[in-house]
Structure formats: C-alpha cells, structure tokens
C-alpha cells in the first residue's frame, strides 16, 4: 500500500493534534507534533534566560537543544535533552511566549530542516502552521483544519480544565487570538491555507466525522485503505 505525507495546517486549537494522531492510529502511520517542537524551544529558552530579540544568544541556544519523540505507554511524548517536557510545554507561560519565538527565523530553519528529514519514514501525519506551503509543500494530502474562535477556546479551556488549571474563558479566547495573530503575521513563512489544501471546518464535527472525512478523501484521490 502506497504510503503518503498527509499535512495538517490551522489555527491553534482547532484540534489538528486529535485528527493528526487518529489518523496516524488507524493508519499506521507516524504522528509529528510540530508545535510540541517550537514548543520545546519555547522552554529552553524560559529555562534558560534567553533574550529572544539576541540572534547571537538564540543561535548558540539552538545548538543546545536537540528535541526527540518517545512513546511512554502508548502515548507520543517530547523529549527536550533527553528530558520528558510533554507537561511542561503544555503550560500557559509556554503557550504566551511560542508564538514570539515560532517567529524567530533561525528557529524556523533548525526545526524545518529536522521535519523535513522525516520525510525518509513516509507514512507521516504532520500537524502545523507551515506543512502544507513550507515544510512539505508537496504533500500528497493537505488540510486546512478550522473552526469558529468561541468553540476554539471552550476546547481549550476545557482542556486546562482537565489537567486542573483554573483559567477563564476570556483569557483563552485572548491567548489564541494573540498566537493567531502572530502566527498569520510574521515575515517568515506565516499561517496560510495552501492552495491545493482542502478546507475542514469542524465547529460542528466529531471526532469520527473528522476522521471519516480524511479517510474518504484519501479513498477517492488515491485509494489508499
Ligand atoms: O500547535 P500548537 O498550538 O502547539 O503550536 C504552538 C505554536 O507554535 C503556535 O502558536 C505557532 C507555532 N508553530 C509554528 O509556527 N509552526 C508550526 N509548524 C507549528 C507550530
């Protein structure tokens, strides 16, 4: 059976990951969390002070930092220096901050170039801002994955709720709509919808609709399951 790249592009929270990790499961396929990578770059740099706007301090950073994926009981997490960060890039104080460091140029080019060696393991669901135009614009199958911005943020808060951080839905909606702008504005290759990507709004999806949209699409262009 031909095994293919699938890209999934969108805004934050529009549960790209839930699609992106599902498909990979009945699909046996390998599941990339690219934000979890700039996410973990987000954490070095808390952890260890590093001024952003310094592109001196932020190279040599970078050649500190090498990211891995491990699965610990069925369950896919990052690895930053060896590390297990699965939790702690999940937190509000990485989420405020991933989007100004996501923007970093030299960031983009050290992660992108480490996707793009995946490439060699085909049979990959990556999940994103830049797959489908930047890191493999020759996917076989894009997605441009959306949903209204009030669902958005009940996701998430929801979420938050259920790792026990208390966090109002005001506050949710501003953080997304913070990271949505920086995302789509930025200089280097900003959140957009490529133009062979197909468009899923899941406002109103479940999970299973998500997935048997895919695998549909997947039927009909390549008969592929
Ligand atoms: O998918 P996420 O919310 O975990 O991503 C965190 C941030 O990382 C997001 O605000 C933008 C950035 N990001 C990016 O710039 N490019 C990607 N391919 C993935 C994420």
Known sequence: MKKIIIAIDGYSSCGKSTLARELARVLHYIYIDTGAMYRAVTLYFINHNIDFKNEEEVTNALNNISIDFRKIKSEIHTFLNSQDVETSIRSMQVSEL????SAISSVRSFLVQQQQAMEQQ???VMDGRDIGTVVFPSAELKIFLTASPEIRATRRKKEYEQKGIDISLEEVKNNLA???HIDSTREDSPLRQ???AI???NSYLTKEEQL???????SEKFNLH
């Open 178 to 180: 913070h990271r949505d």
């Open 212 to 218: 048997k949209f895919v695998l549909d699409l997947m």
């Open 98 to 101: 991933v989007s100004e460091v």
């Open 199 to 201: 468009l899923l709004d």
């Open 194 to 196: 490529a133009a062979d």
């Open 122 to 124: 085909k049979g990959i």
